[in-house]
């Protein structure tokens, strides 16, 4: 891994000296081809994010091609990318984007194949780093735990551009499929989610079961003993796709031209298998059996299934010469059923009371970029993001036995970026961060503090 | 007291708001059918917003590398920095919503281009170089 980034920065350095032109290089007067090519570093002073940050982390890189082919009012394109994030993406090529794109008008355009999701203002360029001042977009909008839902959709839609009295709009419907996979941070954010169900899940009928195949006293049931890896296989889980609407509307007022306001929602409805393996013991009081536990095993799966889920973003934002303000605001709400099968000799007709949830998530952020000169910007947002807004403080979590500062995670991120030429540049960036809302247990194992810092550089080179 | 922060308010806006003086003509291809262009008509061009001429020919727009001028002619008409501009146009290539915009590397070639492409649109400074066989339009 090293040596690749390693090859990555050289060349980086090389075409430092090459005089590329800025916007692709254009083969023939209808044919382009641009391309980028990114590598980071990450470092937490603790808890890790995307993978083994608190050690310092190389994977963190972007890669990408396209082209563009067109004819009058025709354009045909394609992006192959390739990314590592953590423990994510693991650089294997995929097709970014492939589409055809026919314009009738300036109002009425149609395009299909497989298509970015014009969410929030950044949603489509999430992985192209040249693209912003940031390195890591704000989380609490552009979480990484759903890109793997809302970053491309294969289907069809229509967009275009109306000017009237009122401004200027522009608008994009779509419908399709989002390809979720498995492998990615929404499936481990799943699985993370779940982890505290399937405790709750064991303990409700670790208690009836055995209190009453034991002949035991209510409540002699103390607690369980089990590995959490040991539940879940994650080569044997399986994601479905999803089905997903949406619609973006831009708006550019008539009395400012500077100004732009947006609204923007998804609908995407998710389904997740997930097979699980209990292995462990149930931890008796004292003196009612020997050795005060009874180990127990049983296999079943559980299906996360989510109720279409809309996710609206609010993004507006200002240009005022060099300056650039941006803010954005994000809500949607899960609502999903837990169907469980298997797990002999389970009744599982008691577990009804705790296989639905309705949780509502709210993020925003604003930010402020000025472009000191050519080659120097700098940038700095601040951000929260709360995953269940009726327990922004986590008195919620801390009555299940979880920290309370997986309720919500703020975060204050200065950016600086150096753009050497027109091709390449370099940013430095820290991220100061109060809560964990959205870490993984997972990669968490020895626990998660509440205050930690995030240090990110990455280098990349774009034509 | 007031006066003095008015008057630097005031001074701060003017500060940043000046844009150095512009010298350029806005040329087109003889099959363009107008003779003066909106500022904002202008500037959806050049953002890919607008890509079709009223008779339905495609618009095609091209930029010139030369930097003194281009960058005059972003903060004039499109009133984003070079920088601003730049990005926009990654955003639109990367993210699938625009082939790259046509780029030349001095005023000649522009020109040259325009002749020769029907439906171009491009910007030239108003000195340095003979205009023939292309049509200038005003911007209002």
Request: a neutral charge; aromatic letters at 14%.
């Given at each position: 891994m090293v040596k690749k980034?390693?090859?990555?920065?050289?060349?980086?350095?090389?075409?430092?000296?090459?005089?590329?032109?800025?916007?692709?290089?254009?083969?023939?007067?209808?044919?382009?081809?641009?391309?980028?090519?990114?590598?980071?570093?990450?470092?937490?002073?603790?808890?890790?994010?995307?993978?083994?940050?608190?050690?310092?982390?190389?994977?963190?890189?972007?890669?990408?091609?396209?082209?563009?082919f067109s004819v009058d009012k025709l354009r045909l394109g394609a992006q192959v990318a390739a990314r590592d994030m953590g423990e994510f993406g693991d650089n294997e090529l995929f097709l970014d984007w492939v589409h055809g794109d026919y314009k009738f008008k300036d109002y009425l355009g149609i395009r299909v194949g497989k298509c970015k999701v014009p969410l929030g203002f950044y949603n489509g360029g999430r992985d192209v780093d040249m693209l912003r001042v940031p390195v890591l977009l704000p989380s609490c909008v552009y979480d990484e735990s759903r890109r793997d839902i809302s970053n491309s959709y294969r289907g069809g839609g229509i967009y275009g551009n109306i000017t009237s009295f009122l401004g200027e709009f522009e608008y994009e419907l779509w419908y399709g499929i989002s390809e979720i996979g498995s492998a990615g941070m929404y499936e481990k954010g799943v699985i993370d989610a779940m982890s505290f169900n399937i405790?709750?899940?064991?303990?409700?009928?670790?208690?009836?079961?055995?209190?009453?195949?034991?002949?035991?006293?209510?409540?002699?049931?103390?607690?369980?003993?089990?590995?959490?890896?040991?539940?879940?296989?994650?080569?044997?889980?399986?994601?479905?796709?999803?089905a997903t609407p949406g619609i973006s509307v831009l708006w550019m007022p008539f009395f400012c031209e500077d100004l732009k306001l947006g609204v923007s929602t998804q609908s995407v409805d998710p389904d997740v298998v997930i097979p699980v393996e209990f292995d462990g013991d149930v931890l008796i009081a004292s003196g009612l059996v020997p050795g005060d536990q009874i180990p127990f095993n049983t296999t079943g799966s559980i299906l996360f299934n989510a109720k279409p889920e809309y996710a609206f973003v609010f993004s507006g934002e200002y240009f005022f010469n060099e300056w650039v303000f941006t803010s954005e605001y994000i809500m949607y709400k899960l609502d999903?059923?837990?169907?469980?099968?298997?797990?002999?000799?389970?009744?599982?007709?008691?577990?009804?009371?705790?296989?639905?949830?309705?949780?509502?998530?709210?993020?925003?952020?604003?930010?402020?970029?000025?472009e000191i000169s050519d080659m120097f910007s700098a940038g700095i947002y601040y951000s929260e993001f709360y995953p269940d807004r009726t327990d922004k403080k986590g008195d919620k979590l801390k009555q299940r036995g979880i920290e309370a500062h997986r309720a919500w995670q703020k975060e204050i991120v200065p950016t600086l970026r150096i753009d050497f030429n027109k091709n390449l540049l370099l940013k430095l960036e820290t991220h100061f961060i109060n809560g964990t809302a959205q870490l993984l247990t997972d990669f968490n194992p020895d626990g998660i503090s509440k205050n930690w810092i995030l240090y990110t550089a990455k280098m990349t080179f774009n034509f | 007291m007031v006066k003095k922060i008015v008057f630097i308010i005031l001074f701060i806006i003017m500060f940043f708001s000046i844009c150095p003086a512009s010298e350029f003509k806005v040329i087109v291809n003889r099959s363009v059918a107008i003779d003066s262009i909106k500022r904002s008509d202008l500037k959806k061009i050049f953002l890919g917003k607008k890509t079709l001429w009223e008779n339905d020919d495609s618009i095609?727009?091209?930029?010139?590398?030369?930097?003194?001028?281009?960058?005059?002619?972003?903060?004039?008409?499109?009133?984003?920095?070079?920088?601003?501009?730049?990005?926009?146009?990654?955003?639109?290539?990367?993210?699938?919503r625009a082939k790259s915009l046509k780029t030349l590397k001095d005023e000649q070639a522009v020109l040259n281009y325009v002749i020769v492409t029907k439906g171009a649109v491009g910007y030239i400074s108003k000195k340095n170089i003979h205009i023939q066989n292309v049509k200038i339009i005003s911007v209002r």
């Amino acid at each position: 891994m090293v040596k690749k980034s390693k090859i990555t920065i050289i060349f980086c350095l090389y075409f430092c000296f090459i005089c590329i032109p800025c916007y692709g290089i254009q083969l023939m007067d209808n044919f382009t081809v641009s391309g980028f090519l990114s590598q980071g570093y990450m470092k937490t002073d603790k808890n890790n994010w995307f993978g083994n940050e608190e050690k310092g982390s190389f994977n963190f890189d972007e890669y990408g091609i396209n082209f563009n082919f067109s004819v009058d009012k025709l354009r045909l394109g394609a992006q192959v990318a390739a990314r590592d994030m953590g423990e994510f993406g693991d650089n294997e090529l995929f097709l970014d984007w492939v589409h055809g794109d026919y314009k009738f008008k300036d109002y009425l355009g149609i395009r299909v194949g497989k298509c970015k999701v014009p969410l929030g203002f950044y949603n489509g360029g999430r992985d192209v780093d040249m693209l912003r001042v940031p390195v890591l977009l704000p989380s609490c909008v552009y979480d990484e735990s759903r890109r793997d839902i809302s970053n491309s959709y294969r289907g069809g839609g229509i967009y275009g551009n109306i000017t009237s009295f009122l401004g200027e709009f522009e608008y994009e419907l779509w419908y399709g499929i989002s390809e979720i996979g498995s492998a990615g941070m929404y499936e481990k954010g799943v699985i993370d989610a779940m982890s505290f169900n399937i405790n709750s899940f064991m303990a409700v009928f670790a208690s009836a079961f055995i209190e009453n195949a034991y002949d035991l006293p209510q409540g002699s049931v103390t607690g369980m003993n089990y590995n959490r890896n040991s539940i879940v296989n994650p080569e044997d889980i399986e994601v479905a796709n999803a089905a997903t609407p949406g619609i973006s509307v831009l708006w550019m007022p008539f009395f400012c031209e500077d100004l732009k306001l947006g609204v923007s929602t998804q609908s995407v409805d998710p389904d997740v298998v997930i097979p699980v393996e209990f292995d462990g013991d149930v931890l008796i009081a004292s003196g009612l059996v020997p050795g005060d536990q009874i180990p127990f095993n049983t296999t079943g799966s559980i299906l996360f299934n989510a109720k279409p889920e809309y996710a609206f973003v609010f993004s507006g934002e200002y240009f005022f010469n060099e300056w650039v303000f941006t803010s954005e605001y994000i809500m949607y709400k899960l609502d999903y059923n837990l169907i469980y099968e298997g797990f002999s000799p389970f009744d599982l007709s008691e577990i009804e009371a705790i296989s639905k949830f309705k949780i509502s998530v709210r993020g925003w952020y604003v930010q402020a970029v000025y472009e000191i000169s050519d080659m120097f910007s700098a940038g700095i947002y601040y951000s929260e993001f709360y995953p269940d807004r009726t327990d922004k403080k986590g008195d919620k979590l801390k009555q299940r036995g979880i920290e309370a500062h997986r309720a919500w995670q703020k975060e204050i991120v200065p950016t600086l970026r150096i753009d050497f030429n027109k091709n390449l540049l370099l940013k430095l960036e820290t991220h100061f961060i109060n809560g964990t809302a959205q870490l993984l247990t997972d990669f968490n194992p020895d626990g998660i503090s509440k205050n930690w810092i995030l240090y990110t550089a990455k280098m990349t080179f774009n034509f | 007291m007031v006066k003095k922060i008015v008057f630097i308010i005031l001074f701060i806006i003017m500060f940043f708001s000046i844009c150095p003086a512009s010298e350029f003509k806005v040329i087109v291809n003889r099959s363009v059918a107008i003779d003066s262009i909106k500022r904002s008509d202008l500037k959806k061009i050049f953002l890919g917003k607008k890509t079709l001429w009223e008779n339905d020919d495609s618009i095609v727009p091209v930029i010139i590398g030369e930097k003194d001028i281009h960058n005059v002619f972003v903060r004039k008409i499109v009133k984003k920095t070079p920088s601003q501009f730049a990005t926009y146009w990654k955003r639109m290539v990367f993210t699938g919503r625009a082939k790259s915009l046509k780029t030349l590397k001095d005023e000649q070639a522009v020109l040259n281009y325009v002749i020769v492409t029907k439906g171009a649109v491009g910007y030239i400074s108003k000195k340095n170089i003979h205009i023939q066989n292309v049509k200038i339009i005003s911007v209002r």
